[in-house]
């Protein structure tokens, strides 16, 4: 087994630990005893815990991202990007993403280094998200109206909340309200964005 795959297997030892037990219970022995290896290799490939929980994360959020590209790049106008995003939702929900990083989240109140580092992850989904409002509100009343990486912020910080909260919830009910309300609104939005559109 190279380096790499040895790596590769600790990483996916560690979100498994992390979806089952949470950050408390992601020591470098329940990760070796989940992936049966010695736990002197996590040391030796990554130098902490910490980083082999962060190199967890950055390995699902690679993948989420990947997703996130393919849905969106189907989104022509804001009604379809509000669609994508309740996708992106329950993809989320459904995958394990947001319990590990609802994990790593509670564990930087006891490790307060793990914050920046979460930060620093969570900014190329703030650009993603400016990317694509840019893209589908290009040349509209809406796009000169609202600035781009406010816009962003704001999508990226409610949509983390709502995840956040139904994972600590348990219950998607009044998040699936939401996305059915914010879908409503979208196209009242993108109608009115229309006319005033015309109207010039």
Known sequence: MTGQETKDRIVEATLSVLKANGYAGASARAIAAEGGFNQALIFYHF????????????????????????????AVDIPALVAVAGTIYREDLGSGHITVLAELIAGASADPGLGPEIVERITPWIEFAREQFERVTDGSPLGQLVPADDAAYAIVAQLLGLEMLTHLDGSTERAERLFQLAASFAGVLALGTDMLGGAR
Request: charged share 30%.
């Open 47 to 74: 130098g902490a815990v910490r980083n082999v929980l962060l190199a967890a994360l950055d390995r699902t959020s690679a993948d989420r991202m990947t997703a996130y590209r393919e849905a969106a790049a189907e």
